[in-house]
């Protein structure tokens, strides 16, 4: 017998406005064309005024637990991924916590490996999970990406998007073998020697700003399908899997082109990968909990189907995980 993190229920926000490729071109030097062919999107979600990171987690996590028929106390830990907390302290998670009415004193804390960060909270829980430490986990995914773009760079503000996404993982028992429910491996790296290709050039111990977000996009783009493949790969290994067996790839939404170089490289079918970027396009860190709410909603997703994540992002950090839901 060993503890497994079993998916019970997910959830997504994203904010009201929307805001259109023809939008973006009255403002800056681009045009819906570009943006459709070199990145895969067609539109983007952005916060109203005052709509803070912890508002859309709040709303995503609310409905994972209407999903799972669980109340704020029944949450054992909160870890929530972002690299656009509210403030630099306290956490987040701490905020989101204090929203939802937590009032059972269960842990709470944010982690940051930027468009990694769900699948590092993920493996965060599942291990909290497993060692016993506590039953039930929040898992949330949630950005303000728009407040840390530069709108006169044409070559990222047109890439991403806001929102927030949430998983809820209760302990479970298994028999140790892919045929168990739940979280079955995760497996996460980074590289720091790579920081120069995706960084934000501001902080509080740096200048004391928030800074603003850079890329090489063309050297991301190298990085991605390689590392991204590359882990994909362990993590059908580290479980005895083919990719023929994979029911649903939901990968990081960073690109069409890197989403569909990764899956050709896997083998797995365009059928079976689940494409939100057209209308998210990329939220750092809660893309994957997002992609996740919606194949659940259009019931594509179903109970005993594995589900392969894969994410990378600043850092560089990447990682991916299996769950048969
Ligand atoms: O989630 C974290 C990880 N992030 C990623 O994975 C992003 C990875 N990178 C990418 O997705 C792609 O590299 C981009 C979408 C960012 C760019 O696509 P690309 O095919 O690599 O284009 P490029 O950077 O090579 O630029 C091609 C041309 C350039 O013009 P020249 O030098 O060829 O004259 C750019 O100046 O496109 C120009 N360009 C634009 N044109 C219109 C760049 N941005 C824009 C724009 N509108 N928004």
Not at 17 to 43: C, F, K, P, Y
Not at 64 to 74: K, N, S, Y
Not at 103 to 131: E, H, I, P, R, W
Not at 221 to 238: D, P
Request: hydrophobic residues 40%; aromatic residues 4%.
């Amino acid at each position: 017998m060993v503890r497994r993190s079993i998916v019970a229920g997910v959830g997504a926000c994203l904010p009201e406005r929307i805001v259109t490729n023809a939008e973006l071109a009255r403002r800056i030097d681009t045009s819906d064309e570009w943006i459709r062919e070199r990145s895969g999107i067609h539109q983007r979600h952005i916060a109203g005024d005052g709509e803070m990171t912890s508002d859309l987690a709040t709303r995503a996590a609310e409905k994972a637990l209407a999903a799972a028929g669980m109340g704020a106390d029944d949450v054992g830990i909160i870890v929530l991924a972002t690299s656009t907390p509210d403030e630099t302290f306290p956490a987040t998670a701490t905020v989101v916590q204090s929203k939802l009415g937590c009032s059972n004193g269960s842990m709470g804390f944010d982690v940051q490996a930027v468009c990694s960060g769900f699948v590092y909270a993920l493996a965060t829980a599942d291990n909290f999970l497993k060692a016993g430490q506590v039953d039930t986990a929040l898992v949330l995914g949630a950005e303000t990406f728009s407040r840390i773009l530069d709108w006169e760079d044409r070559t990222t503000c047109v890439l991403f998007g806001d929102g927030a996404g949430a998983v809820l993982l209760k302990a479970g028992d298994g028999k140790g073998s892919s045929d168990d429910r739940g979280v079955l491996s995760t497996h996460l790296h980074s590289d720091g020697r790579l920081h120069d290709l995706l960084y934000v050039d501001g902080g509080p111990s740096s200048t004391g700003e928030v800074g603003l977000l850079r890329m090489e996009g063309r050297e991301v783009f190298k990085h991605a399908v390689t590392k991204m493949s590359e882990v994909t790969v362990e993590a059908l290994e580290a479980n005895g899997l083919d990719a023929d067996e994979i029911d649903w790839f939901v990968p990081h939404q960073a690109n069409r082109r890197i989403i569909d170089g990764t899956a050709r490289k896997l083998g797995i079918t365009g059928e079976r990968v689940v494409v939100t970027i057209d209308q998210h396009a990329n939220t750092s860190a809660a893309s994957i909990p997002l992609a996740l709410s919606v194949a659940v909603d259009d019931e594509r997703i179903q109970q005993g189907n594995l589900v392969l994540l894969e994410a990378m992002g600043g850092g560089l950090t990447w990682g991916s995980g299996i769950i048969r839901w």
